[in-house]
Nanobody, 127 residues
């Protein structure tokens, strides 16, 4: 059973940066699309950014384009979300999720396509 672990969350001032990491101890992520989702208090969960198993295709929700960058290092079985120019509205619990789709350039951002989920890491943007 694939187990995902997020890290890197915390409290940051508006305009600051954080880098989230997603690890899968004991598993190779080469054949998984990986997505970052978030859920703010009182709101539904939304896809923030996703990356295909090959790393050649990415998805970003409009509100983070130009500020967030997703990347992956399959040799290290790690996926990252670099978040710059953070805003208070980015405050949420961020989840890493995996979609076992094989080696492909296709990237989904549909929540129900993702079968494996981490426990989440809190990101708070506040002065």
């Amino acid at each position: 059973q694939l187990h995902l672990v997020e890290s890197g969350g915390g409290l940051v001032q508006p305009g600051g940066s954080l880098r989230l990491s997603c690890a899968a101890p004991g598993f190779a992520l080469d054949y998984y699309t990986i997505g970052w989702f978030r859920q703010a208090p009182g709101k539904g969960r939304e896809a923030v950014s996703c990356i295909s198993s090959t790393g050649r295709s990415t998805y970003y929700t409009d509100s983070v384009k130009g500020r967030f960058t997703i990347s992956r290092d399959n040799a290290k079985n790690m996926v990252y979300l670099q978040m710059d120019s953070l805003k208070p509205e980015d405050t949420a619990v961020y989840y890493c999720a995996a979609d076992e789709r094989g080696s492909t350039d296709y990237v989904s951002h549909v929540e129900t396509d993702f079968n494996y989920w981490g426990m989440g890491t809190q990101v708070t943007v506040s002065s």
